[in-house]
């Protein structure tokens, strides 16, 4: 590894962790998105270009936000899809992440994005059975297509927070995807659930390309019932309590 590079390496890894990696950061790539290079890959280890980080810019935020929504337009074959070409387990962070492919939205996100990590996160004390209880009733209308547009499936970084979003002299750089067929507003609802900068830049930048919904700032809570699921399935109590508040303002839309 040179001082140009960076590298990850686990050889208890599962075996198609680093090829997940690699196979979302090509597949966003060629949807017109700014990503890391690979620069190698195999079963044990990844090696990236090294990224230097900057100060966050309005100009920077605003190319960042057009790109993304160039990348959400280039498409997904069906909400759930790996990236093109990779038959192999998807990952969250290190959590892996079903790649079953629906026809709507609603259900996809409910079945494949949400239920699973709450289950994990009751079964590890970090939510209790009543608030689960309260998050599921909230995912019934969603799973019943309450939400769902005629938008197509977006092809979406799919774990777009602030620490995924490098800034750098050239401009963004988004690293660490869990890319896969989505809504394009679930990208969008990650960046401020930990606080991306000039966030009002990046939405500029994207309705400059893509033009959003009306409602699409009251429906965030619904797009981070995702991520805060997963959160809670492995970071404490205090996001399972996030997640019930997700959850309530979800059934106060429905």
Same mark, same amino acid.
């Given at each position: ?50 990224? #230097?980080? *900057? =100060?966050?810019?309005? /100009?920077?935020? $605003?190319?960042? @936000?057009?790109?993304?929504? %160039?990348?959400? +337009? ?52 970090? #939510?209790? *059975? =009543?608030?689960?209880? /309260?998050?599921? $009733?909230?995912? @019934?209308?969603?799973?019943? %297509?309450?939400? +769902? ?52 830049? #990046? ?11 009306? @409602? ?39």
């Amino acid at each position: 590894m040179s001082a140009d590079t960076y590298s990850k390496t686990d050889r208890s890894a599962h075996p198609d962790f680093f090829a997940a990696e690699a196979a979302g950061l090509q597949w966003l790539r060629d949807g017109g998105a700014t990503v890391v290079d690979v620069l190698d890959v195999d079963r044990t280890h990844i090696e990236l270009e090294r990224l #230097i980080p *900057t =100060s966050p810019t309005g /100009d920077a935020a $605003r190319r960042f @936000g057009a790109e993304l929504a %160039g990348a959400h +337009d280039a498409g997904a074959r069906q909400f759930g899809c790996p990236p093109e070409g990779f038959t192999g387990q998807m990952f969250i962070g290190a959590r892996p992440m079903s790649s079953v492919e629906h026809p709507s939205w609603g259900a996809f996100y409910i079945a494949e994005r949400v239920l699973p990590f709450l289950r994990t996160a009751v079964d590890a004390g970090n #939510i209790s *059975t =009543s608030d689960a209880a /309260d998050v599921e $009733r909230a995912c @019934g209308p969603v799973a019943d %297509g309450v939400f +769902d547009d005629a938008d197509p499936p977006a092809r979406i970084h799919g774990d777009l927070w602030t620490g995924n979003v490098v800034w750098t002299a050239s401009g963004v750089v988004m690293i660490d995807p869990a890319a896969h067929g989505g809504h394009r507003e679930t990208d969008l609802a990650m960046l401020p659930l930990f606080g991306a900068p000039l966030l009002d830049d #990046i939405v500029d930048g994207y309705r400059s390309v893509h033009p959003l919904r009306d @409602g699409w700032k009251q429906r965030v809570p619904l797009h981070q019932l995702h991520p805060l699921a997963v959160h809670a399935a492995g970071h404490g109590p205090s996001y399972g309590v996030a997640l019930r508040r997700a959850a309530d303002a979800v059934a106060r839309l429905s």
